[in-house]
């Protein structure tokens, strides 16, 4: 006997992952709900779903066991929150919250309920984040006493369109989101690495001058102006680490949005747009190749898995369905319906969302105070395994 999702949400990220629930061997019936019916019935009937409801409340109210939000990323919180008291798991998209208060009610909720939480956190899977826990985990960089996360995903490649589709008339309001509430893709690559928790930081963000409404403190619903920022981490165990959120920037990252390096005693990573290398103290191999997602057959969207990528752990039902964001998507699904079904902790459970999540805001509020030191709150430990 499988499980059920409830997706809430029609827009464009949700259509990646439709296919991929609805084809788990261990779902039984996926269904949808969105706030605009002609692209909700659209969805339900291109992906062949199971089924709909007229409004969140509705599937709240349903039997439906699980709930995957892809909504707008300042939603998360509160609707996160309404599903675990309902009494279902639930997966979302980034990131978890936008504030310290949201995180510390959803960690409470799920401490309470026992039920599953994981955030779609496609870093994890990135070819670098698992290439570089792999050689960490065999001890190769000795100790990482530093490492650098960017997101750098400019306004002109892709984030005028996807504000407009969801915002509607009013969508530069939206579109001015802190950078740094948005900080899990440079951040989680990071930490998922190291092991470690931030415990303070100081950011300095840099104020839009380009005056076209966007990251302009008068329309922003958020009174914010910044649109690229800088972060330095302390972490627990003695490591730095910095992160780079920037939405004005030369770069190209439609090829690749999210980079890294990892600094060692023994050894280091480094990763640009197209090229990656591993370095030691004898010289530099270049290993690009096992970290480039393949490209998928003509007309399929997004790309294939890296070589690094263990395909073998996932659904036989998966293969030849497309996947996204450097071959993430399927180990997100999967992993969230793994967990569901052996009640077992994910990979980015709750407190590891946490630790994702929480320093980007504690760098916005450094940001807004001219780079002061502030700590980040400590968010305790997950228990043992989901009940």
């Keep these: 006997m499988g499980t059920t999702v409830g997706v809430v949400g029609a827009g464009q990220f949700s259509g990646s992952f439709l296919p991929l629930f609805r084809s788990h061997p261990d779902v039984d019936g996926v269904f949808i709900t969105d706030h605009q019916p002609s692209r909700m ?15 969140f409340e509705a599937l709240l109210q349903s039997d439906v066991e699980c709930v995957a939000i892809f909504t707008q990323r300042w939603t998360h919180g509160p609707l996160v929150l309404e599903a675990l008291e309902a009494g279902k798991h ?4 980034v990131p978890m919250g936008i504030s310290e208060a949201e995180i510390r009610e959803i960690l409470d909720a799920v401490r309470a309920t026992g039920l599953v939480y994981m955030m779609g956190e496609t870093s994890y899977y990135y070819p670098a984040a698992v290439y570089a826990r792999e050689r960490n985990s065999a001890g190769d960089f000795g100790r990482i006493f530093y490492a650098e996360g960017d997101y750098v995903h400019d306004m002109d490649l892709g984030f005028y369109d996807a504000y407009r589709f969801s915002g509607g008339e009013h969508w530069k309001e939206t579109a001015s989101f802190p ?8 951040i989680g690559g990071v930490l998922s690495v190291l092991g470690q928790r931030a415990v303070s930081v100081s ?3 840099v104020r839009d001058d380009r005056d076209d409404g966007v990251f302009d403190r008068s329309v922003s619903m958020f009174d914010n102006d910044f649109s690229n920022a800088t972060a330095l981490f302390e972490l627990a165990g003695g490591a730095i680490m910095r992160t780079n959120e920037m ?17 060692g005693t023994e050894a280091s990573f480094e990763q640009l747009a197209e090229v990656s290398v591993w370095q030691d103290k004898n010289g530099v191999t270049d290993i690009s190749g096992l970290l480039v997602p393949q490209p998928l057959p003509e007309g399929e969207p997004g790309h294939g898995f890296a070589r690094v990528h ?10 030849g369905l497309p996947t996204g964001h450097e071959g993430s998507h399927h180990f997100l699904a999967d992993d969230f319906v793994r967990a569901v079904t052996t009640r077992t902790l994910p990979p980015v459970n709750a407190w590891v969302a946490a630790g994702f999540t929480l320093p980007g805001i504690v760098a916005h509020q450094s940001a807004n105070r001219g780079g002061e030191r502030l700590p980040v709150p400590e968010m305790g430990d997950p228990p043992a395994t989901a009940r």
């Excluded at 019935?41 to 409004?55: C, I, K, N, V």
């Excluded at 639930?90 to 998209?93: K, L």
């Excluded at 939405?247 to 600094?263: A, K, L, M, T």
């Design 310 to 319: 263990d395909r073998s752990r996932l659904p036989a039902s998966y293969s």
């Design 90 to 93: 639930v997966y979302s998209t």
């Design 179 to 186: 950078p740094m509430l948005y900080p899990t893709h440079s």
């Design 203 to 205: 950011c300095l963000a």
């Design 247 to 263: 939405r004005r920037v030369g770069y190209p990252s439609h090829i690749r949005e999210s980079r890294y390096r990892y600094f």
């Design 41 to 55: 019935e659209r969805a339900a009937s291109q992906f062949h779903l199971d089924g709909t409801f007229p409004s």
